[in-house]
């Protein structure tokens, strides 16, 4: 072997590693965008699919760039190339993996899309980092819409993204266990432990909710509601006030007290989270479920008979109000075709034919109440967890909203597993303000 | 190769180089050339001036270390020399600029910014104001890109206006023609833009028709525009924002606008800035870190080191039993000690997470013991060191099976003929040797589960946590604690996180030295 060979061979490897060298050094995302999104997309419009985690690359020709996660990409791309067709432009849907998170990282440099599909409780995150625009909506098309809904996606009194499908949580429970629907949280403890007594050691939890050693705030709340309580107080606007903390108020106490009876019980178990809460209904373990529409599939695909019904009273209270979640079109702030995009969320997303192919693919209640309402008549699911999120208030979209998750599950869990209520709350209440005052 | 790499320069001389090593030299380097070309373009297409310079400066360096016969040593050195820039000192640089700025969220734009963003995101329709049907045009015979655009709109009456850059008028409507929708489709004197085209003139974002009371006529989207306000104005002299609808005055505090009256909550887009050494300052004198900070650095390091000494002596008793020639079918066993290893490290934690679960979990089931496994601030502990040993043994037991097969058998046989037991031959010949073989990898692996995010953040999340304080878990390290500190907050504050980030390398690196240090004593008694 000569000294020759060598250099050529270590020339070689050197190009490689200096290309990658440099590769790994930009923020640039590096994803090559290649295939369509759907075989109808591909026709027409150079949609991506990327295989690995990074951000799609914005298509550089296209009139309208929209980002959205992977399970609505097919129907959204559907839609926006009718969009396109109708307007003779030329539209491409990208999934993005994380959107959240890549479209706030994209747009903050310049390349994020001109529309993205995502939860309402992103909203104060993104209106911080001035990343989404204000969308004028005329008053009458706005009435076509539950309140809630445009309440949901207004941040500081201005409205910021078009609402396409709401969802929130509901009692399911499995019809072959337990046929009718419990009214009251006594009446579901009782039936539910004499369906565990009967069952022989098949079923092993008399309701199942997703609690954890580090405890769920988002499965909390109900409880809170029911007597009042909850986590902020609303403004005179609607508007969550992030100075105004409720999360050792009476009524929220209250609930508290119910989950310590719950956990003294044994209904409610730090042993049951979210990644054990769904399989072990799916196997039949367990008369009743609080979950979300998107339980519904798994369900399915275990043969469970299920059915859904709202969520019980609380003895002294009134009913368990879950958080209201809507699903949002936003058009971002850096948007490149910024009239193209507002013409399609105010025009085009509030479409009923729109609407109700969303929730086809999604299975979630559409927003816009004239879809919902032909939704319902065919579907008992979507009406069951409609109903069951009627009165419930938007999740909370300001950003104090993250100093709350961490201190509020916890002392929950804690409750469930024996300590004071009052004392707990109490002190994730102090927890929670102290961390808002950090910023 | 090896060859090769022995051979002097004056070799090279001598040697007759072969056509095909020459040839595959310069097809490389031009590989290299047109590569950077290519990746230029594409930076310059995204607008990343530095990065192109950067580009370039490397494929400078390739070609003038290796299309030259000068530069020996250099051509051994520069691939790790880039490797070691780009991926070690470049991320380390970001990291204490960014220490020293209060970015995050809410931080994230200029403060130019944040004053277009709180103004333009003031605009509110004019309570009352009709909404017109839109038509964008320009003047028959104008540029289509670059004409004045005027705004055709019919107001809900039904009657047709004319908006311009200096005001709104009526429009003839002698021989204008409208949808069924109301909009204008054709009006003389006036090119209609398409959608297209709408889209293109990107001076229409700033575009509106002034109408008297100081507001403007915006279009929202292609077809509609709606009288609109803004409600917040930006004073340059003062530098001060002022909100005409409810009177306030807006200041800048702490890099955000808040209230000149204390009263009431500031506007939530604020801006990056220099915060010097406010990130180390929190760091020092917050009383919930300072709190935390000596339980989490006393476990962090017990947690490291237990990690390493139980993986390591399972490892090395496996190594050692696997390495005794008696043994039949090694190769099998040995594939199979090492199937822990192969397995994705996040699956296999969260798999011992459901195995821990207290009611539902195997080790529970089997063992009928009833521990509150990852609910106990002393049973998650030993959790985590349960399932690191079961992660980590197997790397132990492939370095120590290495570095045994390289002790030579003669020291063995000497200590045997010298008459010295199995285990002082294990004690005083065996483990020395091995020693100064596995050390530095030891460091290593101190170093790694030091840091080890992966594991904690899986398997407990850094809980159970102390009633009063969900920021300091039983379980955390400081790397998840620091986690936590800089992501618990409203916002998510990447700069006090790559200070606490900075705090921790050096706590490493101090470590690592004294280790290594130790280490070099160790072979010097050999």
Known sequence: ???????????????????????????????????????????????????????????????????????????????????????????????AVDTRQQFKDATKVGKG?????????????????????????????????????????????????????????????NTALAPTAPKTMDELVAMGTAIKAKSGGKVSNVMLQPVGKTGNAYFTYPYLS?????????????????????????????????LAKLGKQGVLTTNVGDDNAEGLFDAGKSPFIIIGPWGTANAKKANIKYAVSNLP????????????????????????????????????????????????????PPALTDAYNEAAAT??????????????????????MNSVWGPLGQAAADVISGKDPKTRFDQAQKEIVANIAKG | MS???????????STPTPLWATVVKWLALAVVVVATVLLSGRLADQGYGLYIVLAAMVAMAVLAVYATR????????????????????????????????????????????????IVRSSVKEVPGSPRYQLSVAVPEGAPVATGDAVYLLTAPDGSVKLGTKDGLRDLPAAGVEKSATGKITKAPGYRILNAREINARKDLTQFAVPVPGGGGIKASGLSAAFEGKATVTYDAATDTLKDTSTGKTYVAKDAFWMPQDGQGQGFPQGWKENVGLKNFQTILADPTIRAGFLMI??????????????????????????????????????????????????????????????????????????????????????????????????????????????????????????????????????????????????????????NNFGLIFLLTGGGPFEAANTSIGSTDLLITYAFRLAFSGVAPNFGLAAAVSIFIFFIVALMSYTGFRRTKGLEEVN
């Open chain 1, 113 to 173: 899309p001109d529309i993205v599909v995502g939860a309402h409780d992103w909203l104060g995150e993104l209106v911080q980092n001035d990343t989404v625009a204000p969308i004028n909506i005329p008053a009458d098309l706005a009435a076509k819409f539950p309140k809630t809904a445009f309440e949901a996606a207004k941040f500081n009194g201005q409205t910021y993204g078009v609402p396409y499908a709401v969802e929130n949580l509901a009692l399911m429970r």
């Open chain 1, 379 to 400: 579907d008992p699911d979507v009406k069951a967890f409609f109903e069951a999120g009627k009165n419930s208030k938007p999740m909370p979209n300001i950003p104090a």
């Open chain 1, 226 to 258: 029911a007597f009042g309580g909850g986590i902020f107080a609303q403004k005179a606007n609607g508007e969550y006030d992030s100075s105004k903390v409720i999360v050792n108020s009476p009524g929220s106490i209250q609930g508290a007290q119910v």
């Open chain 2, 297 to 450: 650095f006393t476990w962090n390091i017990v947690f490291a080191a237990l990690s390493v000494i139980t993986t390591f002596v399972l490892g090395m008793l496996l190594a050692l039993l696997f390495n005794d020639e008696r043994l039949k079918g090694k190769g099998f066993y040995r594939a199979v000690l090492v199937l822990p290893y192969a397995i994705p490290g996040f699956v296999t934690a969260l798999l011992w997470a459901s195995m821990f679960n207290q009611e539902f979990g195997l080790v529970n089931s089997i063992t009928g013991l009833g521990i509150d496994w990852l609910g106990n601030a002393w049973a998650a502990k030993a959790a985590i060191l349960i399932t690191n040993l079961w992660l980590g043994f197997p790397y132990m037991f492939l370095i120590c099976t290495g570095a045994l097969q390289s002790i030579p058998t003669d020291v063995r046989e000497a200590a045997k003929i010298d008459g010295a037991s199995p285990l002082r031959t294990l004690r005083s010949i065996i483990m020395p040797l091995l020693l100064v073989a596995v050390g530095p990898l030891l460091i290593a692996s101190f170093a790694f589960n030091f």
């Open chain 1, 313 to 364: 009273t609380l003895a002294g209270g009134g009913q368990m109000q879950p958080f209201l979640g809507v699903q949002l079109f936003y058009v971002s702030s850096k948007a490149k075709n910024a009239a193209i995009a507002q013409e399609f969320v105010t025009n085009y997303v509030t479409r009923k034919d729109v609407q109700l192919a969303l929730f086809k693919a999604l299975g979630r």
């Open chain 2, 3 to 13: 060859q090769a790499t022995k051979s002097s320069p004056a070799d090279q001389v």
């Open chain 1, 1 to 95: 072997m000569h000294k020759r060979a060598y250099g050529a061979v270590a020339v070689s490897g050197v190009a490689a590693l200096a290309l990658s060298a440099c590769g790994g050094s930009a923020p640039a995302p590096t994803t090559t965008a290649a295939g369509g999104a759907s075989p109808s997309s591909a026709a027409s419009t150079p949609a991506a699919s990327p295989t690995t985690t990074g951000a799609p690359v914005r298509d550089q020709n296209v009139d309208l760039v929209i980002w959205t996660d992977a399970d609505r990409a097919k129907t959204v791309s559907d839609f926006a190339n009718q969009f396109g067709q109708d307007n003779g432009i030329k539209v491409a849907v990208q999934i």
């Open chain 2, 70 to 117: 000068r530069n020996v040593p250099a051509k051994y050195l520069l691939p790790g020399l880039v490797l070691l820039l780009g991926l070690q000192v470049w991320p380390i640089v970001m990291t204490v600029s960014t220490a020293f700025t209060n970015y995050g969220d809410g931080h994230a734009i200029s403060k130019e910014e944040s004053i277009a963003a």
